[in-house]
């Protein structure tokens, strides 16, 4: 196996980060001299050990998340005489929560929930996603704080997607010991079992015990009474434990939610969702739909579809002042196409005010969260950016996108928040509000 100071491809190993059974983990640079986490499989693994790191790979190349490694490729490279097989991922900076237990780091009430609803928030994620992604080796280590305090998940080594029934046979045993739920022992996995694993996790992280040290005399992990950290945080962990994953909550969000629903008198405003974007409270304070198509509404549906010439140019903030260059470029390109070009911007601009208009007097507002930024092409050469979200309606998670001006969403990330409209009556389907 390659050792620090070595290269493997384009990168260039600077020390070794991990161990595992048949591979190891380097921080390592590429040419550009961006850092990256490097893991490497060794030439002893067995065919097992070389499906799930392919899997690992294929499935951090879909995910698109701020707590969780952004993927940068995956291949093999050349290291010394011989091809090796690569997984390079983001360097994620910072402490994992084993090295914070190790050092006995104290952690108040409000941290130990905030990590507590950050790890669940990136579950929920994760879990509606389609399939299911599933972790299956949740444990201290595997957490790491972010300098920022942001809580990311690392090393999806035993990632699944998709889960087992109760009822069938068995697969691949993949997990630790003591952060695993005995139906996982016997290959099975779901949603409430990575949930057994946060709770174990947190266990070990209030108590400064591993959870093997509270098994009582029928295996169930007993969380004790006087937990230091006390309520709410007890009761979520000994449903998270329970032996039987039925028992367990249903999903992340219902465990996320439980933190909320027993908190009303002492909720920090930092575990509550955070909304940036200014058009988030101006849609959630609009009136109940139907909504009076008004003059002003009409402005407003135009400021958000844009204009033919915003279309064409989708990178220039719009202005209400005279613009020459605009009407230039809309004559130059009808002289070019005899009319053809404009001709087809007016159109799309035309229905996507006539889209617009329909959702803002009809649609119920809600709060989404950004999955993926991509730019489109649109038109004869113009660019859009394809905004991807997830949003929470009627109790049920719904998956949605748009297509927005570049310049609107130059300073958006995955991760942020923004305003949508909703239509129930038609499958759901929403906009992004991007302008107030």
Same mark, same amino acid.
């Given at each position: 196996?390659a050792g620090p100071?070595e290269?493997i491809?384009?990168?260039?190993?600077?020390?070794r980060?991990?161990?595992?059974?048949?591979g190891e983990?380097?921080?390592a640079?590429?040419?550009a001299?961006?850092?990256v986490a490097?893991?490497v499989?060794?030439?002893e693994a067995?065919?097992?050990?070389?499906?799930?790191?392919?899997?690992e790979?294929?499935?951090?190349?879909?995910?698109?998340?701020p707590?969780?490694?952004?993927?940068?490729e995956?291949?093999?490279?050349?290291?010394?005489?011989?091809?090796?097989p690569?997984l390079?991922?983001e360097f994620v900076?910072?402490?994992?929560l084993?090295?914070?237990i190790?050092?006995?780091a104290p952690?108040?009430?409000?941290?130990?929930?905030?990590?507590?609803?950050?790890?669940?928030?990136?579950?929920?994620y994760l879990?509606?996603? #389609?399939p299911?992604v599933?972790?299956?080796?949740?444990?201290p280590?595997?957490?790491?704080?972010?300098?920022?305090?942001?809580?990311?998940?690392?090393d999806?080594?035993? #990632?699944?997607t998709?889960?087992?029934a109760?009822d069938?046979p068995?697969s691949?045993?993949?997990?630790?010991?003591g952060?695993m739920p005995?139906e996982?022992y016997?290959?099975?996995?779901?949603?409430?079992?990575?949930?057994?694993?946060?709770g174990?996790t947190?266990l070990?992280?209030?108590t400064?015990?591993?959870p093997?040290?509270?098994l009582?005399a029928?295996?169930?992990?007993?969380?004790?009474?006087?937990?230091p950290?006390?309520?709410p945080l007890?009761?979520?962990?000994?449903?998270?434990?329970?032996?039987a994953?039925?028992?367990?909550?249903?999903s992340?969000q219902e465990?996320?939610?439980a933190?909320?629903?027993?908190?009303?008198?002492?909720?920090s405003p930092?575990?509550?969702?955070v909304?940036?974007?200014?058009?988030?409270?101006?849609?959630a304070?609009w009136?109940a739909?139907p909504?009076?198509?008004?003059r002003?509404?009409r402005?407003?549906a135009r400021?958000?579809?844009?204009s033919?010439?915003?279309?064409m140019?989708?990178?220039r903030?719009?202005t209400?002042?005279?613009?020459?260059?605009?009407?230039?470029?809309?004559?130059?390109?009808?002289?070019?196409?005899?009319?053809?070009l404009?001709g087809?911007?007016?159109?799309?601009?035309?229905?996507?005010?006539v889209r617009t208009?329909?959702f803002?007097?009809?649609?119920q507002p809600?709060v989404?969260?950004i999955?993926a930024?991509?730019?489109?092409?649109f038109?004869?050469?113009?660019?859009?950016t394809?905004?991807?979200?997830?949003?929470t309606?009627?109790?049920?998670?719904?998956?949605?996108?748009d297509e927005?001006?570049?310049?609107i969403?130059?300073?958006?990330?995955?991760?942020?928040?923004v305003?949508v409209?909703?239509?129930?009556e038609?499958d759901?389907?929403s906009?992004?509000?991007?302008?107030?």
């Amino acid at each position: 196996m390659a050792g620090p100071g070595e290269p493997i491809g384009r990168y260039r190993l600077v020390r070794r980060l991990g161990r595992g059974g048949f591979g190891e983990t380097f921080l390592a640079e590429d040419e550009a001299g961006r850092s990256v986490a490097l893991k490497v499989l060794s030439d002893e693994a067995d065919w097992k050990a070389r499906e799930l790191f392919e899997r690992e790979g294929t499935v951090l190349a879909t995910i698109r998340h701020p707590a969780i490694p952004e993927f940068v490729e995956a291949g093999r490279a050349p290291a010394g005489d011989r091809l090796v097989p690569f997984l390079a991922m983001e360097f994620v900076d910072g402490e994992s929560l084993a090295t914070l237990i190790e050092r006995g780091a104290p952690l108040d009430r409000a941290d130990v929930l905030q990590l507590l609803a950050d790890l669940l928030a990136t579950l929920e994620y994760l879990h509606t996603r #389609v399939p299911p992604v599933l972790h299956r080796d949740i444990k201290p280590s595997n957490l790491i704080r972010r300098p920022s305090g942001e809580l990311c998940l690392v090393d999806f080594g035993s #990632v699944r997607t998709s889960y087992e029934a109760p009822d069938s046979p068995g697969s691949t045993v993949a997990g630790t010991y003591g952060y695993m739920p005995y139906e996982q022992y016997l290959g099975q996995a779901s949603p409430a079992s990575d949930l057994f694993a946060v709770g174990a996790t947190f266990l070990h992280l209030v108590t400064g015990k591993p959870p093997g040290a509270f098994l009582g005399a029928g295996g169930q992990v007993e969380v004790p009474a006087d937990l230091p950290v006390g309520e709410p945080l007890g009761g979520l962990l000994t449903r998270m434990l329970r032996a039987a994953p039925e028992e367990r909550f249903r999903s992340a969000q219902e465990a996320r939610r439980a933190i909320f629903e027993t908190e009303p008198a002492n909720r920090s405003p930092a575990l509550l969702p955070v909304a940036t974007p200014t058009t988030i409270g101006l849609v959630a304070a609009w009136p109940a739909a139907p909504r009076p198509v008004d003059r002003a509404m009409r402005e407003h549906a135009r400021r958000i579809a844009g204009s033919a010439l915003e279309l064409m140019d989708p990178t220039r903030r719009p202005t209400s002042e005279f613009n020459p260059v605009g009407l230039a470029v809309v004559a130059f390109a009808s002289v070019l196409t005899i009319g053809i070009l404009p001709g087809i911007y007016l159109s799309a601009a035309k229905k996507r005010r006539v889209r617009t208009l329909e959702f803002l007097a009809h649609g119920q507002p809600a709060v989404a969260r950004i999955q993926a930024l991509e730019p489109v092409e649109f038109g004869m050469g113009g660019k859009l950016t394809r905004v991807d979200y997830e949003f929470t309606f009627e109790d049920r998670l719904h998956r949605g996108f748009d297509e927005v001006q570049p310049w609107i969403t130059s300073r958006w990330r995955v991760g942020d928040q923004v305003a949508v409209l909703v239509r129930p009556e038609d499958d759901y389907d929403s906009i992004v509000v991007t302008r107030s």
